[in-house]
């Protein structure tokens, strides 16, 4: 009989495969001169520290993405001193859902470190092969990751408390966190069709993370909240504008005087 390892790591490379293959398939833009993966790693990874604090101003510095995650911080404090967690951990330990196979799959699929191997893996192709359109999109993923992780593992430090299988640093949730900043840039994207099954996958990573006693209700709830702001407010911000699937670009003319206007542009 085969046995998985915890790792998980030959589901990491199917995921990999997935998310990579998603991300082709909808590639709207041709090809741009060929730079390689170092090339144009370098150049990313110099203006890096400036744009993840450029992105972390334009997420936590907006009035309605800083009253939710106040919102969702208050609701995790109600539920944690009210024992809402602690009758939530106590229902799910008598009634657990994933084991095995199933357990280990979402454990994998939701870890952090699984997303930021498929996002390099996209990266480092498109880079490759000249792919402009997508290597830019895998590094607003990079980005998005990258904030979503620092933000959690900082507010896990200052609050360190345990989980109800008896870890530390609980709250928030890393793998609901980055699971939930993973399907909100997808959703971004490539709209619905990839963001709602994203967004379940994301909500069964944080459903496993309270059915092991990895994670408090509160810990999740958290979790979730800063993943979808983080997600969609770096993602909205880098995506080209389009309207209806046409992308939107500058024109200009000098026919009987200067004309200024736009162009919408869609490749079939």
């Not at 196979?101 to 470190?113: H, K, M, R, V, W």
């Not at 069964?204 to 092991?212: E, F």
């Amino acid at each position: 009989m085969v046995k998985f390892s915890r790792n998980g790591c030959w589901l990491r490379i199917v995921c990999a495969g997935l998310i990579l293959a998603s991300g082709c398939a909808n590639q709207t833009g041709p090809l741009s001169k060929k730079n390689t993966f170092l090339e144009s790693a370098m150049a990313d990874f110099a203006n890096w520290p400036n744009r993840i604090i450029e992105d972390s101003q334009e997420t936590f510095l907006r009035e309605d993405n800083f009253s939710a995650l106040l919102l969702a911080g208050g609701a995790s404090i109600a539920m944690h001193y009210s024992n809402a967690d602690k009758n939530l951990a106590g229902n799910f330990g008598r009634h657990r859902a994933f084991r095995g196979f199933t357990d280990e799959s979402l454990n994998a699929i939701g870890s952090p470190g699984t997303h930021f191997a498929v996002t390099g893996l996209w990266y480092a192709i498109s880079a490759e092969s000249g792919d402009e359109f997508n290597k830019q999109r895998a590094w607003t993923m990079m980005t998005a990751l990258s904030v979503t992780g620092l933000v959690t593992v900082s507010l896990k430090a200052v609050r360190n408390n345990d989980t109800p299988n008896g870890k530390s640093w609980a709250w928030p949730s890393g793998h609901t966190s980055s699971s939930f900043t993973v399907a909100s840039v997808l959703d971004e994207f490539y709209g619905p069709k990839v963001g709602i099954p994203a967004y379940v996958l994301a909500g069964l990573v944080g459903y496993r993370m309270m059915d092991t006693g990895d994670h408090w209700g509160s810990d999740v709830v958290f979790g979730a909240t800063l993943g979808w702001i983080v997600g969609h407010t770096i993602a909205g911000k880098h995506k080209k504008l389009e309207i209806a699937g046409f992308k939107v670009l500058p024109y200009t003319a000098s026919n009987d005087g200067p004309v200024l206007g736009v162009n919408l542009m869609k490749r079939f």
